[in-house]
C-alpha cells in the first residue's frame, strides 16, 4: 500500500522530535506532555474512528486517535494521571474533556470520518464533519472550530480557542450555516 500511494508508515512511538504541550491533571493543575513534532507540523491530519462510548469523556468522537502522537509516557496524563497518582474515575470524568481540547488545540484532525464496525449491509447514518479553518462555513465563527453532525440534528461543535464544546441534541437548525448566526454566535459571544 505504500509504495502503491506513495507514502510512509511512520511509528509514532519512535519519535524523538516533540514539543511540549499543557494537559491538567485530576486536580487540574497544570502538567506537561511531549507531543510529535511531525504530527503538529503535518499539512493535514485525518483520524478516522470507529463508534463507542468513553469511559469518563462519554464519546471521544475521533480525537481519541490522535492521543498516539503524545509520547506514550504521557498518554495516562490525558485521564488526569501522572506518575503514580492514585485513580480518581470522579475527577478523571472533570478533567478527561478539557484535555481532549487542550490536545485538540495542537493536533486536531483537519478531516475526521466516524465509520461504524458493522457489515456493509447494515451500514448505517453516522456523523459527518466540517472545518471552519478558512471562515467559510461559520464566518461569525473562531476559525479553528469544527463540528460532527448527524441524524435527527445533533451536533457537536468543537472551539479550541475557547476551550468549548457545545453539543447539541436535537440542533435548532435546518442546515449547517445557520449555526453561525444562531445558537452558537450567541454560545460563543457569551464566552467572550
Known sequence: MTSEYNVSLIDLNLEEDREEIKLYDLDEREVHAMVSK????SDCRISVAIPKTHDTAIVTLTLK???GSLARSDRGKM???AGDTERDFLKSVRVMPKNLVALGKHVAPHASAILEHCPENEWKYGYGFWSNDHGKLWPQLPRDSYA???AGQKHIWVCPSLDLVVAQSPG???NQEENGD???RRVMEACE
Not at 511531525?38 to 507540523?41: E, G, H, L, Y
Open 79 to 81: 485521564h488526569g494521571y
Open 65 to 67: 486517535n490522535m492521543m
Open 38 to 41: 511531525r504530527v503538529i507540523q
Open 148 to 150: 460532527a453532525s448527524g
Open 172 to 174: 435548532i437548525w435546518e
Open 182 to 184: 444562531g445558537l452558537l
